[in-house]
């Protein structure tokens, strides 16, 4: 048995959050079906693609649903709906980039299924603020978040984080809430809702640090290009024979054994270089950067680090995906799986991304067409899940207890993790 | 989200993100880094001394009060002192213990000293950041480390509902690499799917064009805008004052803007960098047009979709007084998440803990502090 097994979870919506939310829960265990409309799924046309466009054959698609059932609903039929997520354990609910009343409604109404339901709901900004209607997308919950100011060159445009961050740790969110709200239906015998804005889980645990750190201390990281500022030096990008390397030593022995590596370069025993917080500034991080891209040029980016595992020190290449996928490490921990196509192709994808011993995620999934379940689900296996119970609603039995309340974690960890 | 969570430290192994230059005074104080509170608000602390054989026998007998246990030692070190999973499993064998590391507690390179940085560029989130055929620049974020918080907790949780349905513990291995290539999937089908190796994108996303961050009024104010349709396209021109441009032969439909993505942002920079950044924010919102002015640190505290959430909480730190600290990732319907704390001072719970946890009395716990292993 894995954690989410026999739990039935109904999807609806094509965002990116929902999607992950969806995969994680199917990935240990959930039964998802996901309900596609008459309009095809909007991740069913943004490939990547092996050749041509084709909406049954979309890689993104295929990452976020493989394991999934797919449901043909059309979704003005709200009494099919309706039923559907009567017989649920769990509904996930993405809402589209406009938040529109009718959506709102029908989050409303089917929330309400029934009285164990638990309904997650993610959206760019959430479900309530001034922002809740408003429009988004995976950009604009990043600057929302805070996380964007930091990212790029001084005096271009900031960037964005890549593919679809916001949206994968909202599916985390929503995930881990729907874990802790069974956990809790179990002695509480009650559902819950479980609201997930995107830009709000970018802006606490990814961005909420430089928060607190202004805040307090005044300290405001701005964007330093290939470098990371207001830490000692180095935390920086830089060149080498082959391609890049991310150049780290956060304490003082490491940066002693990384000079070491180097040879102990004459300059570096100049009193100039003695502050390791002055030199993460310009123009004395620029004079860093060129003496180490001077030195690197002679290092493939394996020789690198083949030196730094040597000398102990902590950076390393920054690999590319064709390196990753032959990484030996990853490898040996039988890391990647893969997901299949209805017509037998397998493309290689990550795994979890985290391990349990006991209950394993599943592994090389199949790719569900659209709507290839729709025979198969019939009313007479839509078994209501509490038939009869009143649909109540759950904000009615808010309590200041959390959902894992009663649960003791003894904390060793270290620093951020 | 309401489990009791005890943190264990000690005087003599200082947690690192306790340290930092002093806000008050001058002397260095464990007390004072926003940071740590940040992380670490609505726990316990405990000071225990790993390296002392009295101070391991406690943690053992916590063990068997905890529900969970999380560590992220060097793969290797904790089995040397006997509190590897397998030894603490036969003290409580439901446990469930997360395991954090830089590339996972097996395999031939477990044993590496890890940071984020250097894990972003392992994992392939650095070769992702940059501006399209330029240098690459690395995320430069500690979000190798964050995403490894959100993974683990999510594996935790799990890992807690499976013992609930069934009374069976595990052992959760988290590698931090793992958990940053797990939300790269995209890029891993780019690769599988047409053999091409995913560069960096800068601001780009398929499907929405114009996309991308776009000066606004004041220093380094920006505001980023992502148009999907046609309709969108017309109404931004529109509110820029230059409708004209909609139906310019250059950018008259998405393929033609696509082609001409480099003039176009030019073109909107221009147009955008004349207007305040709230005005123009809202305008475009009320056409229905994604768009968000970008914060800054200072930014997000004031926003007032983030104030009228409660995203940042004030509380009261015993120290540094008046502080800021994040709220929940997400929120559940049936808790009112009032309870805030503000993060332990060193060592704030040891007598609390082991008197009510552990039955010790006053004397016995004094007699651990005066040799050490309570320290």
Known sequence: ?417 | MGAEVIKVESKKRIDYMRLGRPLIGTDPDVEQNPWFHAVNRNKKSIAVNLKSTAGLEILKKLVGKCDAVIENFKPGFLAKIGMDYNSLSTINPSLVMLSMSGVGQTGPLSDIPAYAPFLSGLSGLDSLVGYPGEDILGIQQPYADTNAGVTGAFGLITALLHRKRSGEGQHVDLAETEAAVSVLGEAFLHYSMTNTVMEPQGNFRYGYVPCGHYPTKGKDAWIAIAVESEQQWASLCRVLGKPDLAVSSSFQNKEMRNQNRGILDQALSELTSLRETDKLFHALQAEGISAMPLLGPDDVMRDPHFVQRGTFIDIDHPVLGKEVIFGPMWRQTTSSMENWAHAPLLGQHTFDVMTDLLAMTKTEVDELILSEALI
């Open chain 1, 1 to 417: 048995m894995l954690p989410f097994s026999e739990y039935k979870v109904v999807e609806i919506g094509s965002r990116i959050g929902s999607g992950f939310c969806g995969k994680l829960l199917c990935g240990f265990g959930a039964e998802v079906i996901l309900v596609e409309d008459t309009v095809d799924n909007y991740l069913r046309h943004l490939g990547p693609f092996p050749d041509v466009v084709d909406p049954e054959k979309s890689g993104l698609f295929g990452y976020l649903h493989a394991g999934k059932k797919s449901l043909h609903v059309n979704r003005r039929n709200v009494h099919e709906l309706d039923e559907l997520v009567c017989s649920a354990d769990i509904l996930i609910f993405g809402t589209a980039s406009v938040y529109s009343q009718k959506e709102t409604e029908l989050f409303d109404r089917l929330s309400k299924s029934h009285n164990l339901l638990i309904s997650i709901h993610i959206s760019p900004y959430g479900m309530t603020g001034p922002y809740s209607k408003y429009a988004g997308t995976e950009l604009t919950s990043n600057a929302l978040s805070g996380i964007t100011q930091r990212m790029g060159k001084p005096g271009r445009p900031p960037l964005t984080m890549p593919l679809a961050q916001a949206g994968f740790q909202a599916g985390y969110a929503g995930a881990s809430g729907a874990a802790c709200a069974l956990i809790q239906r179990d002695t509480a015998n009650h559902g819950d809702i479980v609201e997930v804005s995107e830009a709000e889980a970018m802006a606490t645990v990814h961005a909420g640090y430089a928060v607190t750190r202004f805040q307090r201390a005044g300290i405001l990281d701005k964007r330093a290009g290939h470098r990371l500022s207001n830490l000692p030096y180095p935390q920086t990008v830089l060149p080498c024979s082959d391609g890049y390397v991310e150049l780290n030593t956060p304490e003082g022995s490491q940066w002693k054994r990384l000079l070491q590596m180097m040879g102990s370069p004459e300059w570096s025993k100049e009193e100039r270089y003695r502050s390791r917080m002055k030199n993460s500034r310009s123009p004395m991080a620029e004079e860093l950067d060129n003496k180490f891209k001077e030195w690197l040029k002679d290092y493939t980016k394996e020789d690198f680090y083949k030196l730094c595992r040597e000398f102990e020190v902590p950076s390393g290449p920054v690999r590319t995906v064709d390196e990753i996928v032959k990484d030996d490490q990853l490898l040996s921990r039988d890391f990647f799986t893969s997901i299949r196509f209805h017509d037998g192709e397998r493309y290689l994808v990550p795994g979890s991304g985290c391990s349990l011993s006991k209950t394993p995620a599943k592994r090389d999934l199949l790719v569900p067409r659209k709507g290839s379940v729709s025979e198969q689900i019939n009313s007479a296996e839509r078994n209501l899940l509490k038939s009869g119970s009143l649909a109540k609603e759950v904000a009615s039995v808010r309590s200041s207890a959390g959902p894992l309340q009663g649960l003791r974690v003894l904390d060793m960890g270290w620093v951020w993790a």
